[in-house]
């Protein structure tokens, strides 16, 4: 029981790894592909990820406007070569 517990963990952290690294067209084509085989309820979620496919970094990297401000009073360490 714990082996099939760990291979689907593993199995879902290799299926996000490959959806990270995976090009934009590629997830496009897969996304438009599994809209038709999947219920209703499912159908809504896919086509707002097919629309959000071509919007760079906007769910995973968090470096957009809507970050706040950094701190005035923290100053970055710089760190000169001799």
Same mark, same amino acid.
């Given at each position: 029981?714990? %082996? #099939?517990?760990?291979? #689907?963990?593993?199995?879902?952290?290799?299926?996000?790894?490959?959806?990270?690294?995976?090009?934009?067209?590629?997830?496009?084509?897969?996304?438009?592909?599994?809209?038709?085989?999947?219920?209703? +309820?499912?159908?809504?979620?896919?086509?707002?990820?097919? %629309? =959000?496919?071509?919007? &760079?970094?906007? +769910? +995973?990297?968090?470096?957009?406007?809507?970050? +706040?401000? &950094? =701190?005035?009073?923290?100053?970055?360490?710089?760190?000169?070569?001799?």
């Amino acid at each position: 029981m714990l %082996n #099939v517990i760990a291979y #689907v963990i593993v199995g879902i952290a290799l299926f996000y790894a490959a959806w990270l690294f995976m090009p934009a067209a590629a997830r496009h084509w897969l996304i438009a592909w599994l809209v038709h085989g999947v219920p209703v +309820s499912l159908r809504a979620r896919l086509e707002r990820l097919q %629309n =959000d496919v071509g919007a &760079p970094g906007c +769910s +995973s990297c968090k470096g957009c406007e809507t970050e +706040s401000k &950094p =701190d005035p009073m923290v100053k970055p360490v710089r760190l000169h070569r001799r």
